[in-house]
């Protein structure tokens, strides 16, 4: 579990503003992922990225922006945020898919938009 | 896209007991299975998984059975015991050369009583 990090753990910022989520593994995994936990609603995808430069939205990316120029971290932006982004926010990844598809999960980021 | 969902949203049990958590799925060719449970403030974690070429998984207390057919697949935990107690979140994918990208279902918050 050590393995996947993010940063910072708990954020509260206010609308309009923009803000950057970290999410650090040092697996090598090919595979990242960034979910979104909110009440009643469970895990929903944002994005996520097969390897370093390839990205593609999710279920919910709407207002979010991603990126991967290493293969260990793919930071999550919110460009100008909303009050409906408040949520604990997830990274996860996979070694591969065929035999790895294991999602593993970092801690969270606990983020309040004012 | 996949809609997986999952039934019961709350279910308490005495410590003991056996616990069934079902959920379906809508997409045929979702062939990828997971459960993970997540404690109160914790990160989710993977408990087992199954795969669609086969019916039924088994891991000490905790089983998995996938019915293809009908498109449902079920938790069981026997023997319950306080530590049990977490939300527990099915999800479906379909694995592909291309990654796994996994929907989940709503969550069951499972509650073993003394």
């Known amino acids: 579990d050590a393995g996947i990090t993010q940063s910072p753990r708990y954020k509260i910022t206010e609308t309009g503003r923009q803000v950057t989520l970290m999410c650090h593994q040092t697996?090598?995994?090919?595979?990242m992922f960034w979910y979104r936990q909110d009440l009643g609603h469970g895990l929903r995808l944002i994005y996520y990225s097969a390897a370093a430069d390839i990205t593609d939205k999710g279920e919910v990316p709407d207002g979010y922006v991603v990126s991967r120029s290493k293969t260990e971290n793919f930071p999550l932006t919110l460009e100008s945020a909303t009050r409906s982004q408040t949520s604990v926010y997830f990274c996860?990844?996979?070694?591969?898919?065929?035999?790895?598809?294991?999602?593993?999960f970092g801690p969270g980021t606990r983020l309040l938009v004012l | 896209g996949e809609n997986v969902e999952q039934h019961p949203s709350t279910l308490s049990v005495q410590e003991g007991d056996s616990a069934v958590i079902k959920c379906t799925y809508s997409?045929?060719?979702?062939?990828?299975f997971p459960w993970y449970k997540q404690e109160l403030g914790k990160r989710p974690q993977l408990i087992i998984d199954i795969r669609s070429n086969v019916g039924e998984k088994k891991d000490q207390r905790i089983a998995v059975t996938l019915n293809k057919t009908a498109k449902h697949f079920s938790l069981h935990i026997t023997e319950t015991q306080p530590e049990d107690s977490a939300v527990y979140f099915c999800a479906a994918s379909k694995v592909t050369g291309g990654g796994n990208k996994l929907t989940f279902g709503t969550g069951t918050q499972l509650k073993v009583e003394l």
């Open positions: 697996w090598s995994h090919s595979y």
């Open positions: 996860a990844s996979s070694e591969s898919a065929g035999g790895g598809e294991t999602q593993y």
């Open positions: 997409d045929s060719a979702s062939n990828y």
